[in-house]
């Protein structure tokens, strides 16, 4: 890496870093980490347009996570990351620019956002192993090449062999919060309470399976 005065950023064939080594509160530099994760996300596989940046940047910041998980691996403390970067997204401005738009000002949402929806989708898809299988075929099917955000999800919906066009919608073109109104409603006799909700400003979506303990 060619050593600057900021904090890094992404070249292809050439990432810079600046940030002296500094530790974060999780014992690791997370800028290192982000730049050497654009040797996959940003040099093999690009990006065609700047509206685009998402899948770098996002895919970046994820895998700052994901070497939580890797280092503590019997722990949820990647998850507690994670809910620090989900602080940071502001939903001001779409993730991914429609088509046709031409001047767009820089957002964060690329990078928080945009890491919570590979991380939410690794956790619907049907096996977490089943992602991470599809995220290797993803990388070496377009290494060294380019793709847009239609060609993304258009993969990915057929490699997952089911439909998650919505999922993709919401996550990248939409600003407004799914609300999720849930509640317990009254089974037969004799039988366990049948739970009830109802989701709006959401499309065809694949929900995460909630899990709770006890009751």
């Known amino acids: 890496f060619p050593v600057t005065i900021y904090w890094g950023m992404e070249h292809q064939s050439c990432v810079a870093y600046g940030n002296h080594l500094k530790r974060n509160a999780y014992h690791f530099d997370f800028i290192l980490v982000h730049e050497s994760a654009h040797e996959w996300w940003g040099n093999p596989v690009s990006a065609c347009r700047p509206h685009d940046l998402w899948i770098h940047e996002g895919l970046a910041t994820w895998a700052e996570a994901r070497l939580l998980e890797w280092r503590h691996p019997d722990s949820t403390v990647?998850?507690?990351?994670?809910?620090?970067?989900?602080?940071?997204?502001?939903?001001?401005?779409?993730?991914?620019?429609?088509?046709?738009?031409?001047?767009?000002?820089?957002?964060?949402?690329?990078y928080y956002k945009a890491a919570w929806m590979w991380h939410?989708?690794?956790?619907?898809?049907?096996?977490v192993t089943m992602f991470d299988s599809l995220l290797r075929q993803f990388y070496h099917h377009y290494s060294y090449k380019t793709l847009d955000?239609?060609?993304?999800?258009?993969?990915?919906?057929?490699?997952?062999?089911?439909d998650y066009t919505g999922f993709f919608r919401h996550y990248l073109y939409r600003r407004r919060l799914p609300i999720l109104e849930y509640r317990t409603g009254k089974g037969r006799e004799n039988s366990a309470a049948v739970p009830e909700y109802h989701i709006t400003h959401l499309e065809a979506f694949h929900l995460i399976e909630l899990k709770s303990k006890g009751k």
């Open 78 to 110: 990647h998850l507690q990351y994670l809910d620090g970067l989900r602080s940071r997204i502001r939903n001001r401005q779409f993730v991914a620019a429609p088509p046709g738009t031409h001047k767009r000002k820089l957002d964060t949402d690329i």
């Open 120 to 127: 939410s989708l690794r956790h619907s898809v049907p096996r």
């Open 149 to 162: 955000t239609r060609r993304l999800v258009d993969d990915w919906c057929r490699q997952i062999g089911d």
